[in-house]
């Protein structure tokens, strides 16, 4: 079964261009959630949507950063304009929608995002 | 969120059980334990979870205290695979996966 599919791998830019990163999520899961990974500051939630609706975006660091997820198959992050402090590893993953806590989230392999 | 605490870190020798420990002295009644893992340059895998009953998968079991106060995730038979970053987190209803530093897990030869 394929799993969560995130692109590109790797994405090295230079500061002040737009970077869009791009998530496919397992089907049938409705729940989709964006992390990101420093080592200061370890694994962080960014944003989550259910069934493509954003419900918390309160992880979002700035308006720099904005998240769509247009169909239950594809999502975005976008980060416009781009800062070096944006270097991260950002992770997607999908669950089933749950309210119980209960529901396992899978992870795709993530981006590495540098910004010269 | 209730919040957990683990070790920084444990050795375990290749082929023989890892029980790592995980406190939870505030949890509720309704917060399931989840175990995560990440293996180096991966994003974090699901491991298993729990909510008052011990659990078994293919990959591991969950050992959960009566009072549930604290839980131990178990490898039966470590191998060097199995070396990673082990996050236990607490997760209740309508609430985040909210990751801490976790245990990193060294398997020796």
């Known amino acids: ?116 | 969120d209730a919040k957990t605490t683990q070790p920084n870190s444990m050795e375990s020798n290749e082929e023989e059980p890892v029980h790592l420990p995980c406190n939870h002295s505030t949890i509720s009644g309704t917060d399931y334990i989840h175990w995560y893992r990440q293996l180096p340059s991966q994003g974090p895998e699901y491991v298993i979870h729990g909510l008052t009953s011990n659990v078994n998968n293919r990959m591991a079991s969950l050992a959960i205290a009566e009072d549930r106060k604290s839980s131990t995730l178990i490898l039966h038979r470590a191998t060097l695979r199995d070396a990673a970053v082990y996050y236990c987190i607490l997760r209740g209803a309508n609430s985040k996966l909210t990751f801490g530093k976790g245990i990193t897990l060294s398997v020796r030869p």
């Open chain 1, 1 to 116: 079964d394929a799993g969560v599919i995130q692109s590109p791998r790797h994405e090295v830019t230079e500061m002040g261009q737009e970077v869009t990163l791009r998530c496919k999520p397992i089907s049938g899961h409705n729940s989709l959630f964006w992390y990101r990974q420093t080592m200061m500051r370890g694994l962080e939630l960014l944003i989550y949507f259910n069934n493509n609706v954003p419900i918390d975006d309160s992880g979002m660091p700035e308006d720099r950063f904005s998240a769509k997820m247009p169909n239950a198959s594809f999502s975005t992050l976008k980060i416009q304009p781009s800062e070096p402090r944006d270097s991260a590893v950002y992770f997607c993953a999908s669950s089933f929608a749950e309210s119980r806590g209960n529901q396992p989230q899978h992870f795709g392999d993530g981006t590495r995002l540098s910004i010269l």
